[in-house]
């Protein structure tokens, strides 16, 4: 039974940092490319960022470029993504998705809130 499990979310205030977890079972881990995707009230689920299945290669949206890293460890089937200099405008549930070919796998996702 493939599984994406989120962790990490919360309130924080601006300027603060989280560290987002996405723990997967069920599939090869590593051959999948893991992704973190935001979706806000109102708007539109966005990409945040991206990392490739064996080389790493990462991708960032322009808004968090600079202040979020993606990164991965195939030995504990793990994607994370480290949040600093958080904003409200990034207030939003937080989902991780796995993708190899046609398979296209996406968690429940985790509530991030920026706020003072």
């Known amino acids: 039974q493939v599984q994406l499990v989120e962790s990490g979310g919360g309130l924080v205030q601006p300027g603060g940092s989280l560290r987002l977890s996405c723990a997967a079972s069920?599939?090869?881990?590593?051959?999948?490319?893991m992704s973190w995707y935001r979706q806000a009230p109102g708007k539109e689920r966005e990409l945040v960022a991206g990392i490739s299945s064996f080389a790493g290669i990462t991708n960032y949206a322009d808004s968090v470029k600079g202040r979020f890293t993606i990164s991965r460890d195939n030995a504990k089937n793990t994607v994370y993504l480290q949040m600093n200099n958080l904003k409200p405008e990034d207030t939003a549930v937080y989902h991780c998705?796995?993708?190899?070919?046609?398979?296209?796998?996406w968690g429940q996702g985790t509530q991030v809130t920026v706020s003072s």
């Open positions: 069920g599939f090869t881990f590593s051959l999948f490319r």
């Open positions: 998705n796995a993708l190899w070919k046609t398979l296209d796998y």
